[in-house]
């Protein structure tokens, strides 16, 4: 999944749980907060290029292999801030990490690991697999949204997103 799909992704879960859990219209604060949120697990990117152990464009970001893109992860980060912040901010962030993990599910080069920290094996509706013709960084992207299933997705994302953000 692209950043797009991620943004539109966050304000449709946004909206769904703050209309349909809590029964109010998510607020603009709460909609830019949801986007945040939506894209924290890939801030996984930025710290493994910080730590050097990832190089844009010369090898494969393995973070899906990462335990900071596990559900058991974002789970745990969520009953933690249960009591600290209360149910609802709560239940929000873990159905926007948990989310963005379903979306990783959706289009992506190897998966999500469901199952660890049980099994490492990674789940994926439909893998795509173009690193092995050494295609990372920008060039991955565009062999990825070449695929109608990823254009679909992407698109019905980011309109259903863009409605929830702007309809009253
Ligand atoms: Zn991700």
Not at 59 to 64: C, D, E, P
Not at 117 to 126: D, E, I, K
């Amino acid at each position: 999944m692209t950043i797009v799909g991620h943004i539109g992704g966050s304000l449709l879960i946004a909206g769904v749980v703050e209309r349909g859990a809590f029964g109010r219209p998510a607020a603009p604060a709460t909609l830019g907060l949801a986007v945040l949120v939506g894209l924290l697990p890939d801030a996984d990117a930025l710290l493994a290029l910080a730590l050097g152990r990832w190089r844009p464009r010369q090898a494969m970001l393995a973070h899906h292999r990462y335990p900071t893109h596990a559900p058991l992860f974002y789970a745990l980060l969520a009953l933690a801030l249960w009591p600290l912040a209360g149910a609802e901010p709560a239940i929000l962030f873990g159905a926007l990490t948990l989310g963005h993990l379903l979306l990783d599910t959706w289009g992506t080069d190897d998966g999500i690991m469901w199952l660890w920290p049980v099994s490492r094996r990674q789940f994926a509706v439909w893998p795509t697999h173009p690193h092995t013709d050494l295609v990372f960084g920008w060039r991955y992207y565009w062999h990825y949204v070449r695929h109608w299933r990823a254009v679909a997705a992407e698109a019905l994302l980011l309109v259903g997103g863009l409605a929830v953000a702007l309809l009253p």
